[in-house]
């Protein structure tokens, strides 16, 4: 394909610092910094703060050549067709963010710093506490019983804090939106829009990976800053792509390890037909005889797909100890209440379901039954902090049936782009790129989430969410910070040898071992 050719991926000319003195001075900078964080914490406004600590990347302050202009946040998401369910979530999350930077407000956070942190004696109830899946109001079923005392993990509910800078650097933030259509070979056309025409600062686009794989090799091209907000498969190591959702590795292996802990070893796969469900398909088969597990069937269903007889008849044949369904998009939903309308009782597993598509609110009960899900957020989150976010959510979105993990991943994304740029003092995107790989914590509704500068990927908190007859959900395990340690596990590091590729599990020969044998 053309843009892939045309690429220029291994140019010497590509502006990333190696080692040496300039990465020293940087390191010495970021001490200073973190001193400083100590003390400040909130909005970063100080330019000539953000100009002593990018000293080391031969860093040009640029705010008075950009003038008033607005900052253009480029936006691609499916409004419309099969993936809207997930596209409107994210553009209204988009919108929210947008509304709170220009108002002057931001997300408490900073370089490698935190108001998340163990705390000790919290009280914790002896069961789960049970969330209503109706309305918004997060309504509690069940307290979960009597109170404890054990050591817990505590945050810091007031997150949502005042900027001290309305808009980015006295520039007002202007979102350009456009429709994916669920329509893979416009994706391609709406990023060179955005990114040649529209000339946009940043660049927050993807629900699909096959969205993302189509347009990253025009990123790359034009060295575009670009934000992946998605859940997906894991493996990109792009030096220009920022992937803010959580990864097989934080979801596959605690849900698989808690389901064959729990039912049995048997499982039987059900995913997309695209690489995104193949790949997590393959994690899934790969790391199940780690825990005892074994994956003794996969099926691979075409987006097209909405009717599902012949496969729900093939999984009760099989009889499966539990169903791993990596199932996508609306016509693939359908598999659920026809599941349940024919009987299907196998207690699934998933890292998509109700954390995005919110099928145990679209679908009566008892279609998600037995759902289990290793979530890095849905709007069911019990903290204080997410009720807040929820509240502010809702009276903007009043109509909106539900809050999921891509749309919050949207929301933190683009303030953590607007903390980055009031760090650097400039949008200028190569800086800001530098000033990403810095390692950055910003406290989002679910919690603290660490930008890890090395891979571009994200540590995230993750709860074990499972739905029950009712389609109420509650939490039955947490895991306060687990980080995407894959590509560092291959030896990705982007600061220093950059990379525009994505990995997949057969090329890890640790892996590619297991795969063979199962």
């Known amino acids: 394909m053309s843009d892939q050719s045309s690429n220029g991926h291994t140019s010497n000319t590509d502006p990333t610092p190696q080692p040496g003195a300039a990465s020293d001075e940087a390191k010495a900078d970021r001490r200073k910094v973190l001193k400083l964080m100590g003390a400040a914490g909130a909005g970063l406004t100080a330019p000539g703060f953000g100009a002593t600590y990018l000293r080391g990347f031969e860093y040009t302050r640029s705010v008075q050549a950009q003038g008033n202009s607005p900052v253009k946040v480029g936006f691609i998401e499916d409004e419309s067709g099969n993936l809207s369910v997930y596209g409107i979530q994210k553009l209204h999350a988009a919108q929210l963010a947008v509304k ?132 997906y498969e894991g493996g990109v190591a792009d030096a220009n792509t920022f992937c803010t959702g959580p990864v097989c590795e934080q979801q596959v292996i605690p849900v698989v390890q808690y389901i064959v802990e729990k039912f049995g070893p048997r499982g039987y796969t059900l995913a997309a ?114 009720r807040a976010f929820v509240k502010r959510w809702m009276a903007m979105f009043p109509e909106d049936q539900y809050i999921g993990e891509m749309a919050q991943n949207t929301y933190f994304t683009i303030h953590l782009y607007a903390k980055a740029a009031r760090l650097a003092g400039t949008t200028d995107q190569a800086t800001l790129k530098k000033a990403l790989e810095l390692g950055w914590s910003i406290e989002a509704p679910e919690g603290s989430v660490f930008l890890e500068p090395g891979t571009h990927h994200c540590a995230h908190y993750i709860r074990l969410a ?37 990995y997949t599990p057969d090329e890890d020969p640790y892996f590619k071992m297991f795969l063979k044998k199962s």
């Open 273 to 386: 037909d695209y690489n995104f469900g193949q790949l997590t398909a393959a994690w899934t088969k790969a790391f199940a005889p780690l825990v005892g597990g074994q994956i003794i069937a996969e099926e691979f269903v075409p987006l097209s797909v909405s009717e599902f007889s012949q496969v729900i008849a093939r999984v009760q044949q099989a009889k499966p100890d539990w169903v791993m369904t990596l199932l996508v998009g609306q016509n693939q939903q359908n598999y659920y209440p026809q599941a349940a309308a024919a009987g299907l009782k196998f207690p699934m597993a998933s890292t998509v379901n109700m954390a995005q598509g919110y099928e145990h609110k679209r679908f009566k009960p008892p279609s998600l039954a037995n759902m289990h899900n290793a979530i890095q957020y849905q709007l069911e989150v019990p903290t204080a902090r997410n």
């Open 466 to 502: 499972v739905c029950d007859e009712n389609h109420d959900v509650k939490f039955v395990r947490d895991w306060p910070s687990i980080q995407a340690w894959w590509l560092q596990r291959l030896g990705v590091n982007l600061v220093r040898h950059p990379e525009y590729k994505q």
């Open 100 to 231: 709170e930077i220009n108002e002057g407000k931001t997300l408490k956070g900073g370089p490698d710093i935190g108001a998340g942190g163990l705390g000790a004696l919290g009280n914790v109830a002896k069961n789960p506490p049970t969330i209503s899946k109706d309305g918004v109001s997060l309504g509690v079923v069940n307290d979960g019983g009597d109170k404890s005392t054990e050591v817990v993990f505590d945050e810091d509910a007031d997150v949502f804090i005042d900027s001290g800078d309305k808009g980015i650097l006295g520039r007002e933030v202007s979102l350009v939106s456009l429709d994916g259509q669920s329509n893979n070979a416009l994706w391609q056309q709406l990023a060179r829009r955005l990114i040649q025409q529209d000339k946009v600062d940043v660049l927050v686009a993807g629900f699909a990976s096959a969205e993302r794989e189509a347009i990253r090799p025009i990123v790359d091209q034009f060295k575009q800053l670009y934000f992946y907000t998605n859940q």
